[in-house]
């Protein structure tokens, strides 16, 4: 297994651009989640889904969308990025129970 | 007051140290509490998890939940080199069902020295 995989590694962006990062598990986790990890701030969850179809907001959701027509993936959109969002993005599943599997994050620059 | 706290160091022990690292919180609905280690630049994984209260040993890692007093800790043994990370507490109300979602704490940087 793979495990969850985040793609881009790194990314810079203008401020005003969009872009969608992804993440893939291929363990048939029903649950995803999205988590910002700002510098000494620990981890804030964005949105997370638990199942496919169903989506919710988490702490921080202003500013992103997200999406889950598959078990597997679960996308978020990042719509007129801000400075603000400069942070590094953490996809994570979860079987049933409460281990979390977090995937190695998108580095995320907004100039 | 926040949710969780976590001093975030950083923490610096030579190695052979014993380590010991704290989170307090303030929801006494958490019920799950846990333990991630994150290595630089790489994604949080699971060390240790607790459920309520007492404690739970695992080869050199011991975690210990007091619920009465709102507190939890780490405690590492006989610490080395590669146990240098981040250390992030988190906790959760929920059993593990939709309603489950992590609390985090920030996160300490400890450093163990050869």
């Known amino acids: 297994n793979a495990g969850v995989t985040q793609t881009p590694k790194f990314r810079i962006l203008k401020i005003g651009q969009s872009m969608t990062l992804q993440c893939t598990q291929d363990?048939?986790?029903?649950?995803m989640y999205w988590y910002r990890q700002d510098p000494g701030m620990g981890l804030k969850l964005i949105y997370y889904?638990?199942?496919?179809?169903?989506?919710d907001k988490g702490e921080v959701p202003n500013g992103y969308n997200v999406s889950r027509s598959t078990t597997e993936d679960f996308p978020l959109r990042l719509e007129l990025a801000a400075p603000s969002q400069t942070s590094v993005y953490f996809c994570?599943?979860?079987?049933?129970?409460?281990?979390?599997?977090f995937g190695p994050g998108t580095r995320l620059t907004v100039l | 007051q926040k949710e969780v706290e976590q001093d975030p160091g950083p923490l610096s022990v030579p190695e052979g140290a014993i380590v010991s690292l704290n989170c307090t919180y303030s929801n006494s609905a958490f019920q799950y509490f846990m333990w991630y280690r994150q290595y630089s630049r790489k994604g949080p994984e699971l060390l240790m998890y607790t459920y309520s209260s007492g404690n739970k040993e695992d080869g050199r890692f011991t975690a210990q939940v007091d619920k009465s007093s709102k507190y939890i800790s780490l405690f590492i043994r006989d610490s080395q080199p590669s146990d240098s990370a981040t250390y992030l507490c988190a906790m959760s109300a929920g059993s593990g069902g939709s309603n489950y979602k992590l609390t985090f704490g920030k996160g300490t940087l400890l450093t163990v020295n050869p």
């Open positions: 889904s638990v199942g496919a179809g169903i989506t």
């Open positions: 994570a599943s979860r079987p049933p129970g409460n281990e979390q599997f």
């Open positions: 363990m048939n986790h029903n649950y």
